[in-house]
C-alpha cells in the first residue's frame, strides 16, 4: 500500500473518533515514527497514544477497523490529509512548542506540574520517595539542569514547579526517569496505567480551561 494511501486509512478511521488538533497532532506521530513500518505496528502505535483518551478508550474496536482497511483495502477513503497536517506542525512550531525543534519549556509550568501531581498522587509515599529519587539521579547523570534536578528534588505534589529555561527534550527525559522509576517499583502495567490516567486528567483540566499550556501528549513523544 503507498504511504498516501496509508494515510487516508488512517485518517478516515481516526477522524470518527478525534478531530482538530489531537487529529492532526496523532496523524503526525503516526507520519513520523510509523509510516514505514508494517501493519503490524499498529498496537505499539495505539500504545503510543495513549494519552489521547478518545483512542485509548476504544482502541480494540480502532485497531481491528485499522487492520482491516490495511488488510481488504476496501471501502471509501477521505482524502490524503497531507496538506493539513503539514499546516498543523507550521502552527505548531508558530506557536512554540510543536515541530522537531528544541522546544523552550516556559509555556510547560502548569501542564507539567499537573501530571507529575497527577502521578504522584497515585503513589504510596514510599514509592514516591523512591521513584523521585531514581528521577534524581538519573537526571543528574544525563546532562538535565542542575538547577531544575535541585528543584524537583524540593518539589512536593500539588504545588507549581518551574520549569523556565529547561527544554521540552529535557522535560521528556525526567517524565520517562519518573516513568521508569514507577516499573521499577510496581511494574509496567501500572507504570502505563498511572501516567495514562495523569495525561487524561491533566489534558481534561487543559480542556476546560482550569489550567493553560501545551496538550501534555506531547511529553510522551521522546
Known amino acids: 500500500m503507498k504511504p498516501e494511501e496509508k494515510r487516508q486509512v488512517l485518517y478516515t478511521v481516526l477522524s470518527d473518533y478525534i478531530e482538530g488538533d489531537d487529529l492532526w497532532s496523532v496523524m503526525c506521530r503516526w507520519q513520523d515514527h510509523y509510516s514505514d513500518k508494517s501493519q503490524f505496528e499498529l498496537n505499539a502505535f495505539l500504545s503510543d497514544c ?5 483512542l485509548a478508550a476504544n482502541r480494540s474496536e480502532i485497531y481491528r477497523l485499522l487492520i482491516g482497511r490495511f488488510m481488504k483495502k476496501t471501502g471509501s477513503l477521505l482524502d490524503d490529509p497531507i496538506e493539513q497536517m503539514n499546516e498543523y506542525r507550521q502552527r505548531a512550531v508558530a506557536a512554540g512548542f510543536g515541530g522537531q525543534a528544541e522546544e523552550s519549556a516556559d509555556n510547560w ?16 509515599s514510599d514509592t514516591a520517595r523512591m521513584v523521585k529519587a531514581y528521577c534524581v539521579e538519573q537526571s543528574a547523570s ?3 539542569s542542575k538547577e531544575f534536578v535541585y528543584r524537583f528534588s524540593l518539589w512536593m505534589p500539588a504545588s507549581a514547579l518551574d520549569t523556565d529555561g529547561v527544554s521540552l527534550t529535557h522535560l521528556r527525559q525526567m517524565l ?36 493553560t499550556g501545551p496538550a501534555p501528549g506531547l511529553l510522551l513523544q521522546l
Open 50 to 54: 495513549r494519552d489521547v483518551a478518545a
Open 109 to 124: 509550568n502548569m501542564i507539567f506540574s499537573q501530571v507529575l501531581s497527577s502521578v504522584f498522587s497515585q503513589l504510596r
Open 142 to 144: 544525563h546532562g538535565i
Open 176 to 211: 520517562n526517569f519518573i516513568y521508569i522509576g514507577i516499573c521499577e517499583g510496581l511494574g509496567p502495567v501500572d507504570a502505563d496505567r498511572i501516567l495514562s490516567s495523569a495525561i487524561r486528567a491533566t489534558d481534561e483540566q487543559r480542556r476546560s480551561g482550569t489550567i
